[in-house]
Each structure stands twice: as C-alpha cells, then as structure tokens.
C-alpha cells in the first residue's frame, strides 16, 4: 500500500538556524500539506500545497517558513531561522484532491520530530 | 469548519466493543463525518468516513443518526493496538483540498 514518508525522522537544531524537513507524498496524490503537533497539544494545520503553489496557510505559517516542491516527487518545509517554540513533530500529508467524501482523505506520514535548543 | 464535540477519553477491555460518540448539532447537509485516529507517537490515520448512511470497513463502523446531528465510531472487537485518540472531524464535500481541523480528540484506553 503506498504511504507518505518523511525524512529525517529526528533532527536536532540550534536557535536561529535552518532547517529542512522532507516528504514524499503518495504519488498520484495532487494535494500536499505541513501539520505540526506541540508535545501534548491538538495537531494543527500550517500549509496546503497544490499545482505549485500555496492554496491555503494558518497564521502559525508566518515568513519563516516556506515550502517547496523540487521535483517530482518531493514535498519539503523549510524554518529559515528555528525559534525554540518550533519544536514539535511535523506531520506531512497527502490526498487525491478530487472533492467528496473518501476522495479527500488524507494519508499522513510518520512525521519528523524537531527538538530547537 | 462545522464543530464536534467528543468526550475527552473512554475506557474499554480488550476484545468487547466500543462506542466512540461524536456530537456534531451544526453540520451542514454537504459535510462528511470523517474519523482519524492517532497511535502513540505516530502520525494521524484515516479509519472511516460517512455522509447519511452506516459505513463499515475493515476498521470500524460508523453509525450516523438520522438527523446527523450525532455519529458513534464503532470498533468491533477493541485490541490493545486500538489504544489512541480518535478524533472526529467534518470536511465539506464541496471543498478541493481543504485542511483538516484536529480538536482534542478521544483518548481510548484499552485494558489486558
């Protein structure tokens, strides 16, 4: 069964550098998202990505980040200058983008966990 | 996005069934109940989804009320596997692509 993979799946970082956290998506999925989980907090949403660009973006998804589409297969999420309150798990996710019910399930990959010190 | 309201965790013994309820008094008539589950320090997993009628599937079942104003996961046989939170979330069916939105789900203990 095709899945989401997120590399790596741990990274350890230093306040104010950057970082890049990777995903590919299920391959003929049209839709791409970035969440984010805070240790024992709700997951929640920062960005979805479609037909090379930004479709929609939470207020956490400030000028700091960015996300990009390499190439065909790649999906990444850059934090230009790490804060300490960027630690968290980084869930990427995927979906078909067709409209309706299953059509619109989105798969999640096993996230990368970020520690800033 | 239409609100649900869940209770904050249920407990359940290994091999008995449990009812996951989910309270959703606003939904509109195009919003598809959508279940997710979320093992330990894993990533959130679809389980099942449903508009009007009852749903099965390898997972789950889901029963939605008649006026679906409320839904119930249904996990059949619970497994220590089972433990999680659940949550459940309504996406519109007219919307390409639109986010999930995570509330605080239902934490489900399940005992040996």
């Known amino acids: 069964e095709p899945e989401v993979t997120q590399t790596p799946s741990h990274q350890v970082t230093q306040m104010g550098q950057e970082v890049i956290l990777r995903c590919v998506p299920i391959?003929?999925?049209?839709?791409f998202y970035w969440y984010r989980q805070i240790l024992g907090q709700k997951v929640e949403f920062l960005v979805s990505?479609?037909?090379?660009?930004?479709?929609?973006k939470s207020e956490i998804f400030d000028d700091q980040f960015s996300v990009e589409r390499p190439d065909g297969s790649n999906f990444t999420l850059k934090i230009r200058s790490t804060k300490l309150e960027d630690s968290a798990m980084y869930f990427c996710a995927s979906s078909r983008g067709l409209a309706g019910g299953s059509r619109e399930t989105q798969y999640f990959g096993p996230g990368t966990r970020l520690l800033v010190l | 996005d239409a609100k649900t309201t869940q209770p904050n965790s249920m407990e359940s013994n290994e091999e008995e069934p449990v009812h996951l309820p989910c309270n959703h008094s606003?939904?509109?008539?195009?919003?598809?109940i959508h279940w997710y589950r979320q093992l330990p320090s894993q990533g959130p997993e679809y389980v099942i989804h449903g508009l009007t009628s009852n749903v099965n599937n390898r997972m789950a079942s889901l029963a939605i009320a008649e006026d679906r104003k409320s839904s119930t996961l249904i996990l059949h046989r619970a497994t220590l596997r089972d433990a999680a939170v659940y949550y459940c979330?309504?996406?519109?069916?007219?919307?390409?692509?639109?986010?999930?939105?995570f509330g605080s789900g239902t934490i489900l203990r399940v005992k040996s």
């Open positions: 391959s003929n999925h049209l839709y």
């Open positions: 990505f479609y037909n090379n660009e930004i479709s929609e």
């Open positions: 606003t939904i509109s008539g195009t919003d598809y």
């Open positions: 979330i309504l996406r519109d069916s007219m919307e390409y692509g639109n986010k999930l939105v």
